[in-house]
């Protein structure tokens, strides 16, 4: 079967209105918790905060945040909550899969494809639950690193948007392409999420890093702080990239196509980006940079490997004096190449984040503010961080161990005001995240499609209520058998050609599929399929339909054809089968529709059965539905 | 002294960048032959029958293989009209047809596509008035001659297999068949070390004597197998020099007066190698016995082979077209008394004014001068060679209506 996407448009009304309403019920159940902790907070201040006065936390010697550190968080989170924002986007439940995820993994290994069609299919199966839940748990994320400053929660913070930043690298940007041909620094190598994870873990790494790595060998070997460390790896991986800039056989000289040569990546790149909407000035920003790539490629190709290399030299040595102009320097060369050639990374197409050079410059920036001001703050810091190591010796967390939680509660908020701040703004965050994972993943882990996705491509099943026309065919075992034989049992029937080549064999596995879904059921559930060919009517065609669909081990299913065509013809007639020969070449035409008769002989649904697209996602989604009906139908008293 | 470790893993680093980018340069993808390459058999052939002339060919989008139908042709004897059956058919034909006939019926088989998987199979003894169905229960295989009809009914098929492909029988109706041999079992006869088959790539009918054809790997050598009534026996030749050192496929097998021709091919990338052996006995050909061989035809590697037509009286045409387009047609023909045992080479190819752009299909006409069958999407336009001014004159013109995408799954 053909594709993994559901096969339906990005912009399909249905699903889009369905994803957002199921945003909206998310929303508002958000709403109400973070309601909840705004009482309590009031709380809090009312009976707690008011009895701190402002020289306890002096008294107590806690120190303010770092503001590299700051910087990070504050940044990283901002960027969370962006992009959370970007996975609300309309053509995100549809467009994900085929548009980001698969185009992703597109020239890297198999191993790296099949991981990222495990997670095209689980998003293409729900595309209500699945996108929902990674807009909050990116929203969470971020609220949660903006509110939580430091302790224990703002480490947790860290940690989670280091995990979560892992799992979008590897599985939604195929890991960043370092395995994929042809990528480079330029196009957002190595990813912009493997950014975050960086920043994570620096921003979980305890605070006195930032003033002096306490781990001899790896402070000798990376700088004295991690603003130092930071900067060097990222000297480091500018003059790697530079390499792959320069490397003659990836053709980052070439530039528009001419006598044989293929053109350059980024002229490709930007031939393709031409294909997306964008804004006006996105578009002729990228349209006269690509004028002028394509005459003037190997120049800055050149310019690009020399500012790379001199950035990259500089920042690994970072001598005093060049240290600020570096950071200009690839601050200036980021953004242009956000601008010209990542196409600010959101605005064109289905973007989910800004690309790398924003996370490239947060963490330059991180860099460059922890090489200067980890100098100048040494000395205070340094008393800072002594006096809280002394404070933390005696922190009421030791002495209140024997004491209840409130009592102990009560100490900590007393000595640090703003634990109670950053423990509800931390509970807060959780909580979105859950409220938005909790169903994602149970849905994730459901094997069935949304029958949503069915109902876009064939709409709503029709309910009647009118009595099943009588039929008398054969089946593949050329046993008689009438609709009044199986009353007392639940039927779905259909139409199919046994010679058909491409929607029968759909609609038959969607029938399959569902008699597995219904489970015990099935025994009360008789799956049926009258033959639409006027030429191929004998029943060895009928058993070589079964055996290719691998229908004849399922005890409920009948593929039914008439002794004679005026049989076959007058049940067509009754059902509304419409049977003609199409003018030339192709199939015989028949309705694609099945109706759901009850116990007593009365049809009850009558749906679409035309597959659409014919992919895995809508046969699933629509056999899910058939199995929701027969369910019903059977049950119904 | 400090800096020292730094350079070192600076070094390190551009080591491994440059690993990388070695590791990751853009590779050229490699090219695998289509099913619409210049190493793929053409499909498109025709039949004469003492009942009329069948010819099968595509029309429609003929790039693309959603929109590209197979249609079934006939002219009745006596008859300068033909007409479309595409009604008889009664399902999508993307895959292609293949046409047998004997005396007394004609088969068409429809070759699966997309999901289905098993073979259709109608057949008429009365010029197409009325039709029966048989049903050969699996795929039939991509070759010109994979279906054939023997003089008492029964027929044989080569079909796809997951092990390689394989020979079935059926002895009655065509709705029942029965596994004959496969490449697995022809490897172990007899003599068939000789030959080396790799491939079961024909069958056909000298009478009422199953033959199939193979792909040999030793060179000079052609690889036929007979069934003498309980087993399969191998039957190949030997090549003369100037085809020793080719790899032989048998890609046609007809019988022709007493006789029976068997059109040979070898392909490289550069050149496309067709020669005819042909054997005078109908009955008892064996291994020992003499064939045979024409002069080679040398095609450019580049050109696409279209059609490989047998004619009425013995020998084929073989329908090219050239990378601009534009097409050749060879016709292979015997001297009148032909088929007589001999050792030099007999046969000659000749070159015939090329068809009007957009053959499809050379039929053997009613006055043994082919007919070109030219198609321009859903039009189909008949052409004659005339005899005199060796000019391809129009004789029928008419339209298919063809639904596009209705095979679009």
């Given amino acids: 079967m053909p594709g993994m996407s559901s096969g339906l448009r990005t912009n399909n009304q249905l699903i889009v209105s369905a994803f957002h309403h199921q945003l909206l019920n998310q929303g508002l159940i958000i709403l109400f918790v973070l309601l909840i902790l705004t009482v309590l907070w009031s709380y809090l201040r009312l009976h707690f905060l008011q009895q701190t006065s402002p020289s306890t936390q002096e008294a107590l010697g806690l120190h303010r945040e770092f503001i590299a550190r700051r910087v990070l968080r504050i940044g990283f989170g901002l960027l969370w909550i962006f992009d959370g924002i970007l996975q609300a986007q309309s053509s995100m439940p549809l467009g994900m899969p085929s548009q980001v995820l698969q185009p992703a993994a597109q020239n890297s290994p198999i191993w790296v494809q099949h991981l990222v069609h495990f997670v095209s299919t689980i998003w293409s199966y729900h595309p209500l639950l699945v996108p929902a839940s990674v807009v909050w748990i990116q929203v969470g994320i971020g609220l949660w690193l903006l509110s939580a400053s430091r302790g224990i929660w703002s480490r947790y913070a860290a940690i989670t948007s280091t995990v979560w930043g892992a799992l979008v690298w590897a599985l939604g940007e195929s890991f960043g392409g370092i395995f994929s041909r042809g990528q480079s620094w330029t196009f957002g190598l190595p990813g912009a999420a493997l950014l975050y994870c960086i920043a994570g873990v620096l921003i979980a790494l305890p605070e006195n890093f930032w003033h002096n790595i306490p781990l001899r060998r790896f402070g000798y070997l990376l700088g004295r702080n991690l603003g130092s460390a930071v900067l060097q790896v990222l000297g480091l991986f500018f003059i790697a990239m530079a390499t792959l800039q320069a490397w003659p056989g990836r053709g980052s000289w070439n530039g528009s196509p001419h006598n044989g040569h293929p053109g350059g990546p980024i002229y490709l790149m930007l031939t393709q980006m031409a294909h997306t909407p964008q804004p006006h000035f996105l578009s002729s920003t990228l349209a006269s940079f690509q004028g002028f790539d394509a005459n003037h490629a190997w120049e800055i190709n050149l310019f690009v490997v020399i500012a790379l290399s001199l950035i990259g030299l500089t920042l690994w040595i970072q001598p005093p004096k060049f240290n600020r102009p570096a950071l200009v320097g690839a601050v200036v060369l980021c953004i242009a190449t956000w601008i010209s050639i990542q196409d600010l990374g959101f605005l064109g197409g289905t973007g989910t984040d800004p690309n790398s050079m924003i996370p490239t410059i947060l963490l330059l920036v991180t860099g460059y503010l922890g090489i200067s001001k980890s100098a100048t703050l040494s000395d205070t810091s340094t008393t800072g961080i002594a006096t809280a190591t002394a404070s933390n010796s005696t922190t009421p967390d030791t002495s209140y161990s024997h004491s209840s939680i409130s009592t102990r509660l009560k100490g900590r908020i007393l000595a640090d005001p703003s634990y109670a701040r950053r423990t509800l703004g931390s509970i807060g965050a959780l909580c979105i995240i859950l409220i938005g994972a909790v169903p994602g993943v149970a849905a994730a882990s459901n094997p069935n499609a949304n029958p949503i996705v069915a109902q876009a491509i064939n709409g709503a099943p029709q309910p009647v209520s009118s009595p099943a026309p009588a039929f008398d065919l054969i089946d593949q075992n050329g046993r008689s058998v009438s609709l ?78 008439g002794r004679s065509m005026k049989q076959l013809d007058s049940a067509w007639k009754d059902y509304g089968d419409l049977v003609q020969y199409l003018p030339g070449g192709s199939m015989v035409d028949h309705s694609e529709i099945a109706d759901i008769i009850g116990p007593q002989g009365r049809i009850r649904y009558i749906i679409n059965t035309d597959p659409g697209p014919g992919t895995r996602v809508f046969a699933s989604s629509f056999s899910n539905q058939l199995a929701n009906l027969l369910e019903k139908v059977a049950n119904r008293k | 002294m400090k800096l020292a470790p730094k350079f070192f893993i600076l070094a390190i680093g551009i080591v491994i960048a440059i690993s990388f980018a070695s590791c990751s340069q853009t590779h050229k993808e490699t090219q695998f032959p289509t099913a619409d390459s210049n190493l793929s058999l053409p499909l498109s052939t025709s039949i004469n029958t003492s009942q009329g002339t069948w010819a099968v060919f595509p029309m429609g989008d003929l790039s693309n293989h959603f929109n590209r139908f197979w249609q079934l042709f006939y002219q009745p004897p006596n008859s300068s009209s033909w007409t479309n059956l595409v009604k008889e058919v009664a399902t999508a034909t993307n895959g292609g047809l293949s046409i047998t006939s004997n005396s007394t019926q004609t088969v068409v088989a429809i070759r699966p596509s997309f999901y289905l998987q098993f073979t259709p199979i109608i057949s008429t003894r009365d010029q197409g008035s009325t039709w029966s169905n048989g049903l050969l229960d699996h795929k039939l295989a991509t070759y010109p001659n994979s279906l054939a009809l023997g003089s008492n009914n029964e027929a044989l098929a080569v079909v796809d297999a997951p092990g390689g492909n394989q020979v079935y029988a059926s002895t009655r109706n065509l709705d029942t068949w029965k596994f004959s041999i496969d490449l697995k079992k022809l490897k172990q006869l007899r003599g068939s070390r000789l030959c080396q088959p790799t491939k079961i790539t024909a069958v056909s009918y000298l009478g009422d004597t199953g033959i199939i054809g193979v792909d040999c790997s030793t060179p000079g050598m052609f690889g036929l197998y007979r069934y003498n009534g309980s087993a399969w026996q191998f039957s190949g030749g030997h090549l003369p020099s100037d085809l020793s050192n080719f790899r032989i496929s048998v890609v046609g097998i007809d019988t022709v007066r007493s006789g029976a021709e068997v059109l040979l091919d070898n392909r490289s990338r550069n050149q496309v190698t067709l020669a005819v052996a042909s054997i005078e006995s109908s009955q008892n050909f064996a291994y020992s016995m003499k064939w045979t061989t024409s002069h080679i035809l040398s095609i450019n590697g580049k050109a696409r082979l279209i059609c490989l037509s047998p004619i009425s009286n013995g020998g084929f045409y073989v329908l090219d077209s050239t990378r601009s387009g534009g097409t050749t047609l060879y016709q292979f023909s015997m001297p009148n008394s032909t088929l007589t045992k001999g050792i030099a080479p007999l046969g000659t190819w000749t070159f015939l004014s090329s068809p009007p752009i957009g053959t499809q299909d050379v039929v053997s006409g009613s006055n043994s001068l082919p007919l070109a069958m030219q198609v321009n999407k859903t039009s189909l336009s008949i052409w004659s060679l005339n005899q005199t001014t060796r000019k391809w004159d129009l004789s029928q013109s008419s339209h298919v209506s063809i639904q596009f995408g209705s095979s679009n799954p």
């Fill in chain 1, 484 to 561: 009044a034989s199986l009353r007392g049992k639940t039927i779905a029937l259909t139409f199919l050609d046994d010679v058909c080549v491409t929607t029968c064999p759909l609609i038959a596995q969607e029938f399959r599929l569902a008699d597995q879904e219904i489970g015990t059921l099935s025994r009360k559930v008789v799956l049926i399929a009258i033959n639409s060919n006027p030429r191929f009517i004998t029943i060895n065609y009928l058993e070589a339909f079964d055996q290719q669909e691998q229908l004849t081990t399922i005890p409920n299913w009948l593929f039914l054809t």
